[in-house]
C-alpha cells in the first residue's frame, strides 16, 4: 500500500503564489507516475497536471503557464508550484501515484480570495 500525503495549501490573494508538496511512500517512487487533480465545490475533480517517471509533463490549459510540476525522487516528493493564482483556483487539490495502480491523498485546500 502507498501513502500519499498532500501539504503546502492555504489561503492566497489573487496573483499570489503557493507550492503544493506530495509525499508518497514506497521503494518505487521513481517509478510513480504523479499527478495533482483538483476539485471544486459543485464541480467534478479535474486534471491539473501529471509527470511521468521519465520527467515529461502534461498539463490542464487553464493552468499553463503559471503552474509547474516537478519531482524530487531522493525526497519521495512532487511538487505543484502555483503562480499567479485566480480566484477560479480555489479547490481542494489531490496528488495521486499511479505504478499498475493508483493511490489517492487526502487532499489540501487552496483558497484564493481577496
Known amino acids: 500500500q502507498v501513502q500519499v500525503t498532500e501539504s503546502g495549501g492555504g489561503l492566497v490573494q489573487p496573483g499570489g503564489s503557493l507550492r503544493l508538496s506530495c509525499a508518497a511512500s514506497g521503494t518505487m517512487f521513481s517509478r510513480y507516475a504523479m499527478g495533482w487533480f483538483r476539485q471544486a465545490a459543485g464541480k467534478q475533480r479535474e486534471l491539473v497536471a501529471t509527470?511521468?517517471?521519465?520527467?515529461?509533463?502534461n498539463y490542464a490549459d487553464s493552468v499553463k503557464g503559471r503552474f509547474t510540476i516537478s519531482r524530487d525522487n531522493a525526497k519521495n516528493t512532487a511538487y505543484l508550484q502555483m503562480n499567479n493564482l485566480k480566484p477560479e483556483d480555489t479547490a481542494v487539490y489531490y496528488c495521486?501515484?499511479?505504478?499498475?495502480?493508483?493511490?489517492w491523498g487526502q487532499g489540501t485546500q487552496v483558497t484564493v480570495s481577496s
Open positions: 509527470i511521468a517517471s521519465g520527467g515529461t509533463t
Open positions: 495521486n501515484a499511479k505504478l499498475f495502480m493508483t493511490w
